[in-house]
């Protein structure tokens, strides 16, 4: 098989492709590198191609002689969406339809898409389900619906075979602290290592399905497999809640520091509670996560510890 991946360059990417490799596959990569990072590519024999989602034409050329696109490439982060939504809505969406132009023009023959459990917003149900109505509360998170949206369009209408795998708060190995839009995870364990406190924004009492990053990359390339999932939308996601205050002290207890976040004011556009049945994901792609919350989080300060230590 060939395959595309987009936003190869990112965290989830480029452990999607560097397993992809390992299966066997050649593997193109399109980034822009805009947040996504070279280096993470070094020493894998893919093919890397520099160009923006924005670009049909550069998309195009991306697509074309492959068999699946996987398409990760997006501009992340609520709080990034609520700053700059116009970029945001160009980059995720009109991004994903040039993705899937080009797949359909291109004869591709699956496309699976990153979507978020930011999609559900102020749903207040629990444990999230893919029939529960979505209630997006920022930017970036109309933007993941729009994209799961065309996608069902293009697979009722063109009959391209379409994925959305709506992933939970993933995190693990490679994920970087350096950026004011960085994740939890890897901002805790750098405030920890450096002996500051951690930021916890709100009260703490806020819940994350945190989702160990190989188990997301398993996700992905069953998706792009298995008969019977095109057409679908999966929750990916660890299927436990864990609270921010929670997190601090489990990494506090990792970590072997004092447990004393510090708190500053909640931010808008934030999901309170959050917490994915990921049991469709489980009957049709035959998917579960394997990784336990404590032995991701070991995983994770172990190898951000070493970035760190250069």
Same mark, same amino acid.
């Given at each position: 098989?060939?395959?595309?991946?987009?936003?190869?360059?990112?965290?989830?990417?480029?452990?999607?492709?560097?397993?992809?490799?390992?299966?066997?596959?050649?593997?193109?990569?399109?980034?822009?590198?805009?947040?996504?990072?070279?280096?993470?590519?070094?020493?894998?024999?893919?093919?890397?191609?520099?160009?923006?989602?924005?670009?049909?034409?550069?998309?195009? &050329?991306?697509?074309?002689?492959?068999?699946?696109?996987?398409?990760?490439?997006?501009?992340?982060?609520?709080?990034?969406?609520?700053?700059?939504?116009?970029?945001?809505?160009?980059?995720?969406?009109?991004?994903?339809?040039?993705?899937?132009?080009?797949?359909?023009?291109?004869?591709?023959?699956?496309?699976?898409?990153?979507?978020?459990?930011?999609?559900?917003?102020?749903?207040?149900?629990l444990p999230k389900a893919e029939t529960d109505i979505p +209630?997006?509360?920022?930017?970036?998170?109309?933007?993941?619906?729009?994209?799961?949206?065309?996608?069902?369009?293009?697979?009722?209408?063109?009959?391209?075979?379409?994925?959305?795998?709506?992933?939970?708060?993933?995190?693990?190995?490679?994920?970087?602290?350096?950026?004011?839009?960085?994740?939890?995870?890897?901002?805790?364990?750098?405030?920890?290592?450096?002996?500051?406190?951690?930021?916890?924004?709100?009260?703490?009492?806020?819940?994350?399905?945190? &989702?160990?990053?190989?188990?997301?990359?398993?996700?992905?390339?069953?998706?792009?497999?298995?008969?019977?999932?095109?057409?679908?939308?999966?929750?990916?996601?660890?299927?436990?809640?864990?609270?921010?205050?929670? *997190?601090?002290?489990?990494?506090?207890?990792?970590?072997?520091?004092?447990?004393?976040?510090?708190?500053?004011?909640?931010?808008?556009?934030?999901?309170?509670?959050?917490?994915?049945?990921?049991?469709?994901?489980?009957?049709? +792609?035959?998917?579960?996560?394997? &990784?336990?919350?404590?032995?991701? *989080?070991?995983?994770?300060?172990?190898?951000?510890?070493?970035?760190?230590?250069?």
């Amino acid at each position: 098989m060939r395959a595309l991946v987009t936003g190869g360059g990112g965290f989830i990417g480029h452990h999607l492709v560097r397993r992809l490799l390992a299966d066997g596959h050649d593997v193109r990569v399109l980034d822009n590198f805009a947040t996504g990072s070279r280096a993470r590519l070094a020493g894998m024999p893919a093919e890397v191609i520099e160009g923006d989602l924005r670009s049909y034409e550069r998309v195009h &050329t991306a697509v074309r002689g492959v068999d699946r696109v996987f398409h990760l490439g997006a501009l992340p982060s609520v709080q990034r969406s609520i700053q700059d939504p116009l970029t945001t809505h160009a980059v995720n969406v009109d991004g994903t339809l040039n993705v899937l132009l080009a797949s359909r023009d291109e004869g591709v023959g699956r496309v699976v898409i990153a979507s978020s459990s930011s999609v559900y917003g102020a749903n207040p149900a629990l444990p999230k389900a893919e029939t529960d109505i979505p +209630l997006p509360l920022s930017p970036y998170a109309v933007s993941k619906l729009a994209a799961e949206r065309y996608c069902a369009a293009f697979h009722a209408v063109y009959g391209l075979e379409t994925v959305a795998l709506r992933l939970f708060n993933v995190y693990g190995p490679g994920q970087s602290p350096h950026s004011e839009y960085a994740a939890v995870v890897p901002r805790f364990i750098a405030a920890m290592s450096a002996g500051e406190p951690p930021t916890i924004y709100g009260d703490g009492a806020q819940t994350r399905d945190f &989702t160990f990053v190989e188990d997301v990359v398993d996700a992905f390339v069953r998706a792009g497999s298995t008969d019977g999932a095109a057409g679908h939308t999966f929750n990916i996601a660890g299927g436990r809640q864990l609270s921010i205050r929670g *997190l601090a002290s489990l990494l506090a207890e990792i970590i072997e520091v004092e447990d004393a976040p510090r708190f500053e004011p909640g931010r808008d556009g934030e999901v309170r509670l959050s917490e994915g049945d990921a049991s469709l994901a489980g009957r049709i +792609l035959d998917w579960r996560p394997t &990784t336990s919350a404590r032995s991701g *989080l070991e995983r994770s300060v172990e190898a951000l510890a070493a970035t760190l230590a250069v």
